[in-house]
């Protein structure tokens, strides 16, 4: 038997962790996704000129017509479509911005102008309102953005401190994308340093950035230092360290970077990107980032409300019976990891005589003397985890996600299970594709961890609303006929 199982059977059969000392926890980051500053900023730029364009519009034509008739609706869609996405230009010169910004409109009216032509819809449009337009429409193009640049850095700090980011390997590209990093503005990241095992006299550009260490250190670095951003920019010479330096990096939750020179592993989320104009690919990095991570909030707090409503009146008469049927509180509260590693509570209705949330926690097993008569229905039907849905009101938890763990048991199985870690790139989930997959209950072997952590995994790369739409499907069909639950 493998020293990992030998270790977890002995803690199983105790229901206790290991005593050696655990890792330390994974580092704790605001509650923004990675490159959320940046990406905020994005989206106002996306959004600012197809706005200032389609409310000169309106303006104009309130002030000459009094009332927006369906042509001129017709036109704001249009011209909203044509000008959307806004460009990038918060880093470019003033001349620059005006040039761009004039030549932009030019096209765009010169499009509109031929396409009324070619329909014979020039003439349903007031000449007035026209003319004025094509300089109010770039003025207030101009004006929106010079006001988007002055508030940026307020934007910037209201999304809480900068994501800190290393470098690993001091080549041209990865100096490169150092120095670019260094010297840019409204990217809401800050660069500690880089990591490289070569002599200084060796490394491109020595003596512009701190050394922080060989790359065998960062692992630990990224840990002990609230690291949120790694770029690898190794050669592919070094494929099989660039292998065992991913593997260190699993048991932690910082998003993980290739500057190209690239080769081929097991991406989380992996796609293109950019980083102060600079080509990265992500290998391991959240699924909810921009419009996902609108739309799974939302989705979210519709459900979750919706829920409650619905409940509310069998959640209280659960906490009567609890509270008259057993000694002890109504709700139990336990500590467990969240997004980013960070430590949250989770709310449950107590099924057990016990509230344990210390270093040693021991799971539920079948026909546990511990689970009361009514626990052992609410544990069944999975009713104790109603309350969860006010952690997810809170922000703290999803409805789908993976299941969290209670804070030991996490500290126990991480340097046993490659890629634990990763699974708290995501909120934890009142349900989640493991417990759909028949990895629901007590994990009584390591190999029943690993199968819950890969299903997890899977998630991950796979999200989407729908697959999240068919959790939530296949959990109610569960409920009411798992035997796991116990």
């Known amino acids: 038997m493998p020293e990992a199982e030998r270790v977890l059977g002995a803690a199983a059969a105790s229901g206790a ?9 994974a580092p704790a980051l605001p509650g923004s996704a990675v490159f959320s500053h940046s990406r905020l900023l994005r989206a106002f730029e996306a959004f600012v000129e197809p706005l200032a364009t389609v409310l000169s519009l309106w303006a104009l034509v309130l002030f000459f017509e009094g009332a927006l008739a369906p042509r001129w609706v017709g036109l704001s869609i249009v011209s909203f479509a044509l000008v959307y996405p806004g460009r990038p230009q918060l880093r470019a010169s003033a001349a620059r911005v005006v040039a761009d910004t ?7 009216c010169g499009l509109l102008l031929a396409t009324g032509y070619a329909i014979d819809a020039l003439a349903s449009f007031s000449r007035e309102v ?10 207030s193009q101009l004006a929106a953005h010079w006001a988007l640049r002055a508030a940026a850095p307020h934007l910037i700090r209201l999304q809480g401190p900068p994501l800190r980011a290393v470098v690993v390997g001091m080549n041209e590209q990865g100096g490169s994308l150092a120095d670019r990093l260094s010297m840019a503005h409204y990217t809401g990241v800050e660069l500690l340093g880089f990591f490289d095992d070569r002599t200084p006299d060796r490394i491109h550009g020595r003596g512009r950035h701190r050394m922080l260490g060989r790359i065998q250190e960062i692992a630990e670095y990224v840990k002990h230092h609230n690291v949120q951003l790694v770029y690898l920019s ?8 660039i292998k065992l330096l991913l593997d260190a990096l699993k048991d932690t939750t910082a998003s993980v970077y290739f500057v190209p020179d690239m080769f081929v592993t097991d991406l989380v989320q992996g ?50 019976a609890i ?29 057990m005589t016990v509230a344990e949330d210390g270093a040693v926690v021991t799971q539920a097993r079948r026909d546990d003397a511990r689970v009361t ?3 052992r229905l609410l544990r069944r039907t999975s009713m104790d985890e109603l309350p969860q849905f006010l952690n997810v009101l809170q922000g703290r938890m999803s409805i789908v996600g993976p299941r969290p763990h209670a804070v030991a048991h996490n500290e126990f199985y991480r340097p046993l299970i490659k890629s634990y870690m990763i699974r708290h790139k995501v909120k934890p989930g009142i349900t989640g594709w493991a417990q759909v997959n ?28 729908r697959l999240d739409l068919y959790i939530i499907l296949r959990t109610i069909r569960l409920v009411f006929k798992d035997g796991a639950a116990y």
Do not use: H
């Open 102 to 108: 004039v030549l932009a409109w030019a096209w765009t």
């Open 438 to 465: 028949g990895c629901r209950g007590e994990t009584d072997s390591l190999q029943k961890m690993e199968a819950r952590i890969r299903c997890d995994l899977d998630y991950l790369r796979n999200w989407s609303l």
């Open 271 to 320: 796609r293109t990107d950019s980083i102060c104009g600079m080509p990265v690919i992500s290998v391991c990095e959240t699924p909810f980032r921009g419009p996902n991570a609108v739309v799974k909030r939302a989705s979210d707090i519709v459900l979750a409300v919706a829920i409650l409503l619905l409940v509310s009146p069998l959640m209280l008469a659960i906490a009567a």
């Open 323 to 351: 509270k008259l049927t057993s000694p002890g509180p109504v709700m139990f509260r336990q500590r467990r990891y969240g997004l980013w590693g960070q430590e949250i509570i989770v709310y449950k209705f107590r099924s």
């Open 373 to 375: 008569p009514l626990g």
């Open 130 to 139: 026209v003319l004025n337009w094509l300089w109010l429409a770039p003025a």
């Open 17 to 25: 962790p290991p005593a050696t000392a655990p890792p330390p926890p």
């Open 234 to 241: 190794l050669p592919m010479a070094s494929q099989p360290r």
